[in-house]
């Protein structure tokens, strides 16, 4: 599971980039993502030989084959729907099930082909130095081994919806925690991130977890540790935050998110499209984010057109997730409007902003049934969401040439990727030799835009051309 060999601990890409140590923590404005220069992208050290492919150079050329595109949804890394297994308040459960069986019937779903858990810091680590990871965390890394499906996740340093702290023990008493105000009939606190106590906790927790998860084939990306309720960079709707003042707050996060990309080399890293309501340094994270070849989330597809247009127009190789609850089926919750429920046209919307990964969770009340008794009844766009997102790739024209007296094997790989409901197709070329021109799934990591061969591809229908030409694919 290695993406990203080009990225050296964060700092030889980002300054590369244009960042230099005298502008480490220098403010980014927000601005609009549409023709914004984020710099050339991953650089691409193995890409096959694109010719030219002359036929004064290969007069024996012959186009013998075309690959037509597969309908079939094709699991792969970078795309897919998204099983959430555990949210903020706690893992799914059916009352008359065992946690390990709603689990379990949760991750083998079969419409979702990765898994998701958001848990609290206190989940994963009890004592200084170690990591001490909850039951319903070890259950779901078990079944996804069992049922081959990869997992996203996410620890919480401030969590809401919980009556006590997401701190462990250890660290509770060392951390100033500052009144922010009253929000549903409760106090709400949030903790001095800046303090060194904090800041050493942090560091390690992030060490921790990337010695034992960075590059683990279980695992398919991590959310951005961020500012505020949920880690998803703001604490709404109150309008301060615990810091003394707004440069020591940006200073804290962009330190913070550096810490991170230097110890998540080969995993990448997921941060909110948050604006930066709390005044925390957000839009300084987004642009490190997409400059050190890191992804993008977003928990809306209505609310904030900001996001949507950074969604919408973001570098080609920057994978996006959206995480939107959705309907279990039951009357109220489908909102139908002229027929088509709040659902569908929460997934259209996340077609056209082009996702990689789209949430199946039902916010707050998790359980396999209640995905189902939505799926049941309405299929028909989770079903060609789950064809559509991310991106596909196959070789649409194989062709022979010889050599030197040898005969070799040429082909074009066709890739499709969307943006706002517009698919984008280009190839690329390369030498075979016939001998190892059977397709294999390729082993290395790829860019969300699929800058190399990605999936694994369906060549049932194939076509002798006589003076006819396939459509470059899906």
């Known amino acids: 599971m290695q993406r990203r060999s080009f990225l050296k601990a964060g700092g030889a890409l980002t300054l590369a980039a244009g960042f230099s140590s005298d502008s480490l923590l220098a403010h980014v404005p927000t601005h609009n993502f549409d023709k914004y220069d984020f710099g050339g992208g991953p650089p691409v050290s193995d890409r096959l030989y694109q010719g030219p492919f002359s036929a004064d150079e290969y007069p024996s050329w012959n186009v013998v084959m075309a690959l037509t595109p597969s309908r ?9 729907l998204i099983t959430y297994v555990c949210d903020e308040v706690g893992p799914g459960r059916k009352d008359g099930e065992s946690q390990a069986q709603s689990i379990e019937n949760l991750v083998k779903l079969p419409m979702g082909t990765k898994l998701y858990l958001r848990v609290n810091w206190k ?19 078990d079944l996804a081994r069992r049922y081959g499906k990869r997992i996203g996740f996410r620890v919480m340093m401030s969590n809401p919806d919980i009556p006590d702290s997401p701190l462990p023990e250890f660290l509770r008493d060392k951390i100033p925690m500052v009144k922010l105000g009253d929000w549903q009939k409760r106090t709400r606190y949030e903790p001095r991130y800046d303090s060194p106590a904090f800041q050493a906790a942090f560091r390690e927790l992030v060490d921790l977890l990337a010695d034992a998860y960075d590059g683990h084939p279980d695992v398919e990306y991590v959310d951005t540790f ?11 709707p109150f309008e301060t935050n615990p810091f003394p003042d707004g440069v020591t707050a940006e200073n804290t996060f962009v330190s913070m998110f550096q810490h991170q990309v230097e110890q998540w080399k080969k995993t990448p890293m997921l941060t909110n499209t948050q604006p ?10 987004l642009e490190r984010t997409v400059r ?12 904030e057109n900001e996001q949507i247009e950074e969604l919408s127009n973001r570098p080609p190789w920057t994978g996006v997730s959206i995480e939107v609850g959705m309907s279990d089926g039951s009357p109220k919750s489908l909102k139908l409007d002229e027929g088509v429920p709040y659902t569908d046209n929460v997934v259209h919307h996340a077609e056209d902003a082009g ?13 396999a049934d209640r995905i189902l008794n939505y799926y049941h009844q309405y299929p028909d766009a989770i079903d060609g969401l789950a064809r559509r997102i991310g991106y596909r790739g196959r070789p649409s024209w194989v062709w022979t040439y010889e050599e030197g007296g040898i005969s070799r094997t040429d082909y074009r790989f066709c890739k499709r990727w969307d943006r706002g409901g517009a698919g984008r197709a280009a190839c690329d070329g390369g030498k075979r030799r016939r001998e190892n021109k059977r397709w294999r799934e390729p082993r290395r990591r790829i860019s969300a835009a699929g800058k190399s061969p990605a999936g694994k591809v369906r060549a049932t229908q194939r076509h002798e051309l006589e003076g006819t030409a396939t459509q470059s694919g899906n």
Not at 72 to 80: F, L, S
Request: aromatic share 18%; net charge negative; charged share 20%.
């Open 72 to 80: 079939e949804v094709v699991p792969n890394y970078g795309m897919g």
């Open 292 to 303: 050190t070849c890191n992804w993008l989330r977003t928990d809306t597809i209505f609310i």
């Open 123 to 141: 989940d994963v680590q009890q004592q200084p130095g170690k990591l001490d990871l909850c039951e319903h965390w070890k259950l779901t890394f």
């Open 226 to 236: 961020m500012y505020g309720f949920w880690g998803e960079g703001h604490t709404w």
């Open 276 to 285: 930066d309501f709390s005044k925390v340094g957000n839009s300084e994270l």
């Open 355 to 367: 996702a990689c990964y789209f949430s199946l969770w039902n916010w707050h009340r998790i359980q």
